[in-house]
């Protein structure tokens, strides 16, 4: 156990929908990142907030967004939902969060979106 | 951007036996990373070895920044090494992971 969980295990929903992903990082950690791994595109990085604030940005679509709460923990926004946006989303979280200075990430056990 | 390559894309070996992964990239780094995933989907780290040797029971990584490779060795392998491995790479406030090995080890 990483002890970084998320929420929902699984999701189905239909095209056009709106979902929301949680996750809630390891004590102490400051640093949250998103990644989608799908079977065409591998694994991708998408989203790191750090302490609240968004840190780095990757592939991540106009139609995705994501926060980061006071409590640290930290929801991806999908909307106007796609096939192609059938994926494992996972989470991972870290001590701190700059690429100079970062340390190893521990990542959640991932939700499985399945939009038909 | 930075290019990340794994050799061999797909390894099948009986138990017992050792194995070398590969990771090579395209430019300088940060930091760099192993990661496993199991047959369930689950991400576990490895190591975490921007350079030099770290060793974890039968696992051991080497990371030769200078030369932008990396290598995973896993010695008298179990069925429960099955799976992909994953190497990631920092650079510039990104994480660029690499395509995977996937590791079938045969009872």
């Known amino acids: 156990d990483s002890g970084v969980t998320q929420t929902p295990k699984h999701l189905i929903t239909a095209t056009g929908q709106r979902v929301t992903l949680r996750c809630s990082p390891r004590s102490g950690d400051l640093s949250v990142y998103w990644y989608q791994q799908s079977l065409d595109q591998g694994l991708q990085f998408l989203i790191q907030?750090?302490?609240?604030?968004?840190?780095a940005k990757g592939n991540i679509l106009e139609r995705f967004s994501a926060q980061q709460f006071p409590d640290l923990h930290s929801e991806l926004n999908l909307s106007s939902l796609e096939l192609g946006d059938s994926a494992l989303y996972f989470c991972?979280?870290?001590?701190?969060?700059?690429?100079?200075?970062?340390?190893?990430?521990?990542f959640g056990p991932g939700t499985r979106l399945t939009v038909t | 951007g930075i290019q990340v390559e794994q050799s061999p894309p797909d390894l099948i070996l009986q138990e017992g036996a050792n194995s070398t992964l590969r990771c090579n990239f395209s430019d300088s780094v940060n930091n760099l990373q192993w990661f496993h995933q199991n047959p369930w989907g689950q991400l576990i780290n490895l190591f975490y070895i921007p350079s030099g040797t770290k060793q974890n029971g039968r696992l051991s990584a080497t990371t030769v920044a200078t030369e932008r490779y990396s290598l995973l060795y896993i010695s008298s392998s179990q069925t429960t090494d099955s799976g992909v491995y994953f190497c990631a790479v920092y650079r510039d406030d990104k994480i660029i992971f690499g395509k995977g090995t996937r590791l079938h080890i045969l009872p």
């Open positions: 991972a979280s870290s001590l701190t969060g700059s690429a100079q200075n970062s340390y190893e990430q521990y």
């Open positions: 907030y750090y302490n609240g604030e968004e840190r």
